[in-house]
Nanobody
Framework: QVQLVESGGGLVQPGGSLRLSCAASGSIFSINAMGWYRQAPGKQRELVATISSGGSTNYADSVKGRFSISRDNAKNTVYLQMNSLKPEDTAVYYC?????????????????WGQGTLVTVSS
């Protein structure tokens, strides 16, 4: 069993900053990609940013230059630094992790989603 715990969401004014964190725990053998997705009211879930095990990053065009994703492999944690926030960034942000779990003598592919954290950008 692998769990993700997200934190850092909240209410912020336009132009402000927030930092999201997502920590993975449990029967983890290795983690490959870690990422953040978001879902605004009435819209589909969309990719925000991902980071590979080697540190390669990928961003949605809408957040390039404003958001930065990073990870601490020793802590199995991924971060999303969000600067210059806009009202259209308002959404529930979800962490996603994929990799390999080890439990009961068996290795298994894992993909886990966090519970989501709400980010509201409003004056």
């Amino acid at each position: 069993q692998v769990q993700l715990v997200e934190s850092g969401g909240g209410l912020v004014q336009p132009g402000g900053s927030l930092r999201l964190s997502c920590a993975a725990s449990g029967s983890i053998f290795s983690i490959n990609a870690m990422g953040w997705y978001r879902q605004a009211p009435g819209k589909q879930r969309e990719l925000v940013a991902t980071i590979s095990s080697g540190g390669s990053t990928n961003y949605a065009d809408s957040v390039k230059g404003r958001f930065s994703i990073s990870r601490d492999n020793a802590k199995n944690t991924v971060y999303l630094q969000m600067n210059s926030l806009k009202p259209e960034d308002t959404a529930v942000y979800y962490c996603n992790v994929d990799g390999t779990s080890y439990s009961g003598g068996a290795y298994r592919y894992l993909e886990v989603w966090g519970q989501g954290t709400l980010v509201t950008v409003s004056s």
